[in-house]
């Protein structure tokens, strides 16, 4: 057992060795873990698995370690806390979510390399400090995982490198081992990686944790992004002993982050858009209410003007009964058709009686007293009494202010 896992359970690893693994956990996740592990035995394949323990996501991996002869004589067990990579996909499902109306054809894209980064992503790691004593145990752990792993020495020279590694250059590992791990063939299509590879093993030689992303340059194919890690490997008196180099292909999180930000500014676009349309169609629907209203005030300014003046003379010219009964349902039908639009106007002219909204609506539109009167058939002076009322309820007494002008202005 590693330090890591004797510092996960608070035990010393002296107080561990020996010790029955399984009695370790609550009773729930032993039972579980045992028969995993049982498995792993009776199956010689290797078993995965994810369980939580105090609010942390753990994702375990049971590999078979054969002996020379084929025959397994243990399990190499491998845990990482995935509790941050549980949250991360939380929030990328929910940014998925957010703009999956509007990317409904990247959305399979996105989702496919989630689900692949995530099923990588619990497999980072899992042969981190994993270095055995015996070689047949180290070989199982390199062949079995899907991170490039490098074992080097203090120089920086490649002791040993798993299957996944040399899969990805298409070499041999007689063509890589003893080498510098800077000029093999994984880094020596770049000068500017392969002095961040050399300068990485200085510092890691030294005791230091050396991360960083690093770019494998593919001849004839797309490039691949590396999580790469440097670590250095300590004995029990604390000597610094070899250098382990992990690699993580991190490409599938690169093109889905790089689609999530394409999508976030195509959203902003489209909400601009749709902000500019707003305006204008306010702007529109402004206009369209002003037309309206302008529109109301002239029907009823030409029935006052070209229809009410006439009838008024006609009733006065000496008519029969009979006329005198279609000129009253001339006038009933008038007032049908103009009192939905008289009411909206009064209400803009406070308490004044049907009277004074005619001669206020008259004053507006620019006739003088003596015109009112005879339009109204009243007398001059009974116009001037109604303006002096209508002056009065609207607050104008004793005021320099045009009467014509302020109710031009109510009508704004």
Not at 204 to 209: H, I, K, L, P, W
Not at 315 to 330: D, F, P, T
Not at 360 to 379: F, M
Request: aromatic residues 6%; charged residues 30%.
């Amino acid at each position: 057992m590693n330090q890591p896992a004797a510092d996960a359970l608070g035990k010393n690893i002296g107080d561990l060795i020996g010790k029955n693994v399984f009695r370790l956990f609550p009773e729930d996740l032993a039972k579980k873990r045992e028969q995993y592990h049982q498995q792993v035995f009776s199956s010689c394949q290797s078993v995965r698995y994810e369980d939580c323990r105090d609010g942390k996501w753990m994702d375990t991996t049971v590999d078979p370690v054969p002996d020379a002869g084929g025959n397994i004589i243990c399990v190499a067990v491998f845990s990482r806390d995935m509790t941050d990579y549980k949250n991360l996909e939380a929030e990328l499902r929910e940014h998925q979510n957010h703009l999956e109306t509007l990317v409904g054809k990247r959305t399979k894209k996105l989702s496919q390399a989630n689900q692949q980064l995530e099923f990588e992503i619990e497999k980072h790691n899992q042969a981190k400090d994993a270095l055995m004593k015996s070689e047949t145990m180290l070989q199982a752990i390199f062949n079995q995982t899907y991170e490039y792993i490098g074992l080097l020495d203090l120089n920086g020279n490649v002791r040993k490198i798993n299957t996944s590694a040399l899969k990805l250059v298409d070499s041999q590992e007689s063509d890589i081992t003893g080498r510098p791990f800077w000029e093999t063939p994984l880094w020596n299509n770049s000068l500017k990686e392969q002095k961040k590879i050399k300068a990485a093993v200085e510092k890691s030689s030294r005791g230091e944790f050396v991360r960083f992303e690093t770019i494998y340059n593919r001849p004839g194919a797309k490039n691949i992004f590396i999580d790469f890690s440097i670590k250095p490997v300590i004995d029990a008196n604390g000597k610094i002993i070899n250098l382990i180099a992990e690699g993580h292909d991190i490409t599938n999180l690169k093109a889905a982050m790089t689609d999530l930000e394409e999508n976030e500014s195509i959203l902003k676009l489209q909400s601009k858009n749709l902000e500019d349309s707003n305006t204008a169609l306010k702007v529109v629907l402004n206009q369209m209410e002003q037309k309206e209203r302008q529109d109301k005030e002239n029907f009823l300014l030409n029935i006052k003007q070209t229809v009410l003046p006439y009838l008024n003379k006609l009733k006065e010219s000496g008519i029969n009964q009979g006329q005198e009964v279609l000129i009253a349902r001339l006038e009933m039908n008038l007032n049908k058709i103009t009192s939905p639009l008289v009411s909206k106007l009064s209400s803009k002219y406070l308490n004044l009686t049907p009277m004074e909204i005619k001669v206020a609506t008259l004053v507006k539109d620019g006739l003088v007293n003596k015109e009112i009167a005879e339009l109204l058939s009243v007398s001059v002076n009974t116009i001037t009494s109604h303006r002096y009322k209508i002056r009065t309820k609207l607050g104008l007494r004793k005021k320099s202010i045009n009467l014509r002008s302020y109710l031009l202005s109510l009508e704004r």
